[in-house]
């Protein structure tokens, strides 16, 4: 280990930094954020960055050249004035006096550095390459910052509002250690994360109280996995996915989201395709109430978003009827999403001011739906499940008013390496997507943003061997993959 890594309590305290411009305000802000009183040290006019400080009393500036007598009641010292020989003068002057020095891109002549810091205060983390490789730590604490929930700091607070009760109720340090991770590791912690504090708190005294008999209690995670790409899935998602017990999901989960959940926890698949349902939706809800009962963690993964066509309504509503707590996790939508890397945009200020989302589900070879709504003008269309119903839809579109010539769009598996976009019009879309082959999932689009598909279009999936269908961009219809 070539540092020891400590935590500093600076509240109250003395600290110098010597310099002006803009990297010294990075180090006085720090300064300032844990609390020192902070006096800065440069003959020249402070930088701009420091205007942004300048609400405080604890920041002195000395507008004179640096002397060691600086130092005196110091108790820490940053020296930024990007002057070679000042910042070693510094450095030297520091340490005669056995105070701590950082010196800015200059580790050798520092007796401590900085890492790079996640500040979920009272939570602190911080990462170090040790001056070697301050990008990488930058990356490192990039990715912990998709980890670790800004409301860390909440649960640490509440559990510090709880540590006096734990340690008079617990007598041995192994029993209070039990009791914090089972607390830590239960819904409690999600109820933080989610906003329920005073849930949380209630949950903690009821656990507090029952000690060691306190029994498990199960949560649903509600999670929309998004349009396909595991990309574009939210951060609270990840981590909820990473500890889940048993994952509930969708067919129109992808295998590469699928993978990204915890390994070892069970999976039950429940997908519907059109007239083949794994498990009826009642069924579905009834099984979420189950697990949570038996003290599961439970994730229901669904397809997109689960308030956009999910049914996730449906299921919340049974948990709450059977008391089991749960939270819901939105994600982009198919229509967000797929329009995006279809290089559709749903509004825009020349083609559409308003925006419209139908489900188009056939029953009866017929579509119950409201058209003189959906056809109207300088509006976007968007059809979530329409691949088979796509002949009915588009001859009703135009029998309510649309043009036949309405620019419309169809997207196979939208976001993903195996996207395929077919672009016509609501009279030529119905041949040209029997054409391609099309299968689930599908996304429609109709309205004149479909005009913009070719101009905007930057997602180029690499195609397949077998797939051969393109026409001339300048041609009423194509297929982009």
Known sequence: MDYLPIFLDLRGRNALVVGGGDTAARKAALLLAAGAWVTVVSP???????????????LIHRQEAFRPEHLEGVE??????????????????????????????RPRLCSFIMPSIIDRSPVMVAVSSGGEAPVLSRLLRARLETLIPAAYGRLAALAGRFKQRVRSRFASSEARRRFWENALL?????????????????????????GADAPERGEVYLVGAGPGNPDLLTFRALRLMQQADVVVYDRL???????????DADRIYVGKERDNHALPQEDINQLLVRLAKEGKRV????????????????????LREHGVPFQVVPAVTAAAGVAAYAGIPLTHRDYAQALVFVTGHLKDNTMDLDWDMICRPRQTIVIYMGLKGLPTLCREMIAHGLSASTPAAIVQQGTTLNQKVVVGTLESLPALAAQAGLKPPTLIIVGDVVRLHEKLAWFHPEPSADDHWHT???QPAHLQM
């Open 76 to 105: 820490v010292v940053f020296a930024a004035s990007e002057d070679a020989a000042l910042d070693q003068a510094v450095s030297e002057a520091a340490r005669a006096r056995h105070l701590p020095v950082n010196v800015v891109d």
């Open 253 to 263: 989960v992808s295998p590469a989201i699928l993978d990204m959940c915890r390994r």
């Open 44 to 58: 020249a006019p402070l930088a701009a960055a420091f205007h942004e400080l300048s609400g405080t009393d604890r």
């Open 186 to 210: 239960s819904p409690i912690a999600e109820m933080v994360f989610a906003g329920r504090e005073q849930e949380a708190e209630a949950a903690l005294n009821r656990m507090l109280e029952e």
């Open 299 to 318: 994730l229901r993964l669904k397809g997109g978003d689960p308030f956009i066509f999910g049914r996730g309504g449906e299921e919340i509503e049974t």
């Open 472 to 474: 001339p961009l300048d």
